[in-house]
């Protein structure tokens, strides 16, 4: 597939103005004339129920998480997790805003922060074995996200509704080979619920009930390749898909889960970055 961006030369123009806190090495293609001005980006209002974006920088282990969904800073930067491990994201004391959190493969267990601030784990949750995926939500709509995993080799999900070690309380087959988990309330009634995304054919596989079952939602979108990326991006209640491009680190979101041209597109962090999204805590912590 090709561009999701009828704006893509302004959107590169906009990066390489240097305003992306992490770019190393790239040079403004063409310099501001005196008397030019340079196009600015096409910020949208941020919702304040609005899920935004941020990524893991996996080399250096530290998460960058950005107040909009638009290219600028990321206003909160923070150290966590070990080599090898896979970022993520949710509320799990159900105080309204996400905080970060990794799962590590080699012990096969969730390490969990309440505040995005630099510091040890606040909860320890050892669930899943070896090849698992981490997905995370709130499965029971209380409010608090909680985890799971993805076992590709049984394309099963296998999710808890508490923080805790111990057996899953749903199981649920679904998706094919070589599929990504994701998970959101698709449908915006209050519960979070599993998805599928396949990086060949960039397709969104969405059930509306962690149940067994065929697709309820399946939405085109991205390009081969991208990692999917799923928020509430217009923080409207309803979670829409989204794609993040390793090669350009551009993040492309829709605010529908219906196949089109990205509503959002920003460049945020660098290639070989992993993505998150999120509703942060827009203040310092203490
Ligand atoms: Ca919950
Ligand atoms: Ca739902
Ligand atoms: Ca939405």
């Excluded at 799971?148 to 899953?168: I, K, M």
């Excluded at 599928?196 to 309820?216: C, E, H, I, M, Q």
Aim: with cysteine.
């Amino acid at each position: 597939m090709t561009s999701h961006f009828p704006n893509i030369s302004l959107a590169i123009l906009v990066v390489v103005s240097g305003i992306i806190p992490s770019c190393t090495s790239r040079k403004p293609e063409r310099e501001t004339l005196p008397g030019q001005t340079q196009p600015q980006p096409q910020a949208q209002p941020t919702s304040p129920k609005a899920v935004t974006i941020g990524v893991y920088k996996p080399a250096a282990s530290t998460f960058f998480l950005h107040f909009t969904n638009s290219i600028g800073f990321g206003e909160v930067v923070v150290p966590f997790g070990n080599a090898g491990d896979t970022p993520i994201a949710g509320d799990w004391d159900g105080d309204g805003f996400a905080t970060i959190g990794v799962y590590r493969p080699s012990d096969s267990t969730f390490y969990l922060r309440n505040k995005n601030s630099a510091g040890g784990a606040d909860i320890t949750v050892t669930f899943g074995k070896k090849g698992d995926l981490p997905v995370v939500g709130d499965w029971d709509g209380n409010g608090s996200v909680t985890v799971g995993v993805y076992r590709p080799e049984e394309f099963t999900f296998y999710l808890r509704n508490s923080n805790s070690s111990g057996d899953a309380d749903i199981t649920v087959p679904f998706g094919q080979k070589g599929d990504l988990p994701v998970a959101g309330d698709w449908d915006g009634n209050g519960t979070a619920t599993i998805g599928v995304f396949n990086p060949d054919t960039t397709t969104f596989s969405l059930r509306n009930s962690n149940t067994p079952g065929k697709a309820d939602i399946t939405v085109v979108f991205g390009r081969k390749g991208d990692f999917p990326i799923v928020g509430d991006w217009d923080g409207n209640g309803t979670t829409t898909v989204g794609v993040f491009s390793p090669d350009s680190a551009l993040f492309a979101l829709r605010n529908t889960n219906a196949a089109g041209n990205a509503d959002i597109g920003a460049t945020f962090g660098v290639p070989g970055d992993r993505p998150l999204a999120g509703r942060w805590v827009q203040q310092a912590s203490p």
